[in-house]
């Protein structure tokens, strides 16, 4: 992908974090962690989109539909009771000429408090606007083709929901349920670099090949739950509209003797300059990569998008989704 220079800026605005819509967004710039003056400069290897409107193309319908699959699976009830079993479901989209005999790499994609597993894919206000651009970005070859996954956080009835500990707990809790059964579930059905085999060994082993991603509180389960707690299985990793996370906690996780060797491709944050989650969004990402700079690198395996007028909303989350396609699953 051709380099191009992006200008740099260190305004900062003052928000918090709720899930919601928007206004939507026009221009996005990238803000360097490090930059010591506000004309700084960095090459970047990759080019992210500028506009939210700059993929309106890729909304449109594709004649090369990848397809959609419902998938049931048993699991603890984590939030409310471990010890019960209940049943929860996630869709699966698979893409156009999706080949059993091939291996694909495959994403997680969470979606953000007051939603569920249909939002990102199967819900009718966004899903069929998701799946034109995941199948146009196929098409266009702005990636290989990849599976992409949209579990929920959510306990698995509305009793649950009510019963269950605080919101932002489970953004904590869904770490065990994503470990152990929605990641084995997914890659013994589907075609994965896992090739089937879904034991721990083989799923760190294949680590390299799975990312997670999420908006708003999906935006905290990619930091609390793939990051903090599952970064031996996860790669890639992409944060939209917050985290919510102290720097502290953070480091401690990823720096213990569980996690200190598992190296981050690519961490992506985005998020919009008029979104309510952007200030402590930046603040931790910048203080993040202020801490642990041997780990973290701006340019290399870090990006913060900071999208002007941008909004907490789908019409900037889609665009991080084609941002961080731009760059996962490529070294």
Not at 60 to 70: H, I, P, R, V, W
């Amino acid at each position: 992908m051709k380099k191009t220079k992006v200008f740099l800026f260190l305004g900062l605005i003052v928000c918090g974090l709720l899930t919601g819509c928007g206004k939507q967004t026009e221009t996005a710039s990238v803000t360097n962690a490090q930059a010591q003056a506000k004309d700084a400069a960095v090459e970047y290897q990759w080019d992210f989109v500028k506009k939210t409107t700059g993929i309106d193309d890729l909304k449109q319908e594709c004649d090369e539909k990848g397809e959609l699959t419902k998938l049931e699976y048993e699991t603890p009830n984590y939030p409310v009771n471990p010890e019960e079993t209940v049943t929860k479901e996630m869709w699966v989209y698979t893409p156009y000429g999706y080949d059993p005999a091939k291996e694909y790499n495959i994403l997680y994609l969470m979606h953000g408090g007051g939603e569920s597993e249909i939002y990102w894919l199967a819900g009718e206000r966004w899903g069929p606007t998701t799946r034109n651009v995941l199948d146009n970005m196929i098409k266009n070859k702005v990636c290989d083709p990849f599976i992409v996954v949209t579990p929920t956080f959510n306990p698995a009835t509305e009793m649950d929901i009510d019963n269950a500990e605080g919101a932002e707990d489970l953004t904590y809790v869904f770490a065990d349920e994503l470990r152990n059964q929605v990641v084995p579930t997914v890659e013994s059905q589907f075609s994965t670099y896992a090739d089937g085999d879904v034991s721990e060994e083989n799923l760190i082993a294949t680590r390299d090949h799975r990312a997670f991603a999420g908006f708003s509180m999906g935006s905290m389960t990619s930091i609390h739950c793939s990051l903090m707690k599952n970064v031996d299985m996860f790669s890639w990793v992409g944060s939209y509209s917050g985290a919510k996370t102290k720097v502290d906690d953070f480091k401690n996780a990823l720096e213990s003797d569980e996690y200190k060797d598992y190296a981050v491709k690519f961490w992506y944050n985005g998020n919009g300059k008029g979104d309510i989650a952007h200030d402590e969004h930046d603040e931790f990402c910048h203080g993040v990569v202020d801490a642990m700079p041997d780990r973290f690198v701006d340019g290399e395996n870090f990006a913060w998008v900071d999208i002007k007028d941008g909004s907490h909303s789908y019409q900037s989350w889609v665009v991080d989704l084609y941002n961080c396609m731009l760059v996962f699953f490529k070294e």
